[in-house]
Nanobody, 127 residues
Framework: VQLQASGGGLVQAGGSLRLSCVASGPTFSMYTMAWFRQAPGKERDFVAAFRGSRGTTHYADSVKGRFIISRDTAKNTVYLQMNSLKPSDTALYYC?????????????????????WGQGTQVTVSS
């Protein structure tokens, strides 16, 4: 599975951005797609996931109520709509995929559960 992320940029605090990630493969509807982020000197943290086999969404507490993950199966694309951005959201954002369709809820937050990663897209939020 190949992933191509885009949509990052520089935005002021309180603003919005939408990230996109296009995935290859014929069974996209079954993929678990996720977004992670990594700030300099920090670990890669879970942001949000869409479990395709279940149609469920999952969010880190730090982004609940501000970020929305969605997908368009016709375009093999997952989106991350980021609203009310804060300087603490500044990071390199990565999309990840698990095409197996069997990811269990307890592992969606774990980077090790995903074996397909896109290149990062930088999000910078100025104060």
């Amino acid at each position: 599975v190949q992933l191509q992320a885009s949509g990052g940029g520089l935005v002021q605090a309180g603003g919005s951005l939408r990230l996109s990630c296009v995935a290859s493969g014929p069974t996209f509807s079954m993929y678990t797609m996720a977004w992670f982020r990594q700030a300099p000197g920090k670990e890669r943290d879970f942001v949000a996931a869409f479990r395709g086999s279940r149609g469920t969404t999952h969010y880190a507490d730090s982004v609940k109520g501000r970020f929305i993950i969605s997908r368009d199966t016709a375009k093999n694309t997952v989106y991350l709509q980021m609203n009310s951005l804060k300087p603490s959201d500044t990071a390199l954002y990565y999309c990840a995929a698990d095409p197996g369709g069997r990811m269990i809820l307890s592992t969606v937050w774990n980077p090790s559960a995903y074996n397909n990663w896109g290149q990062g897209t930088q999000v910078t939020v100025s104060s």
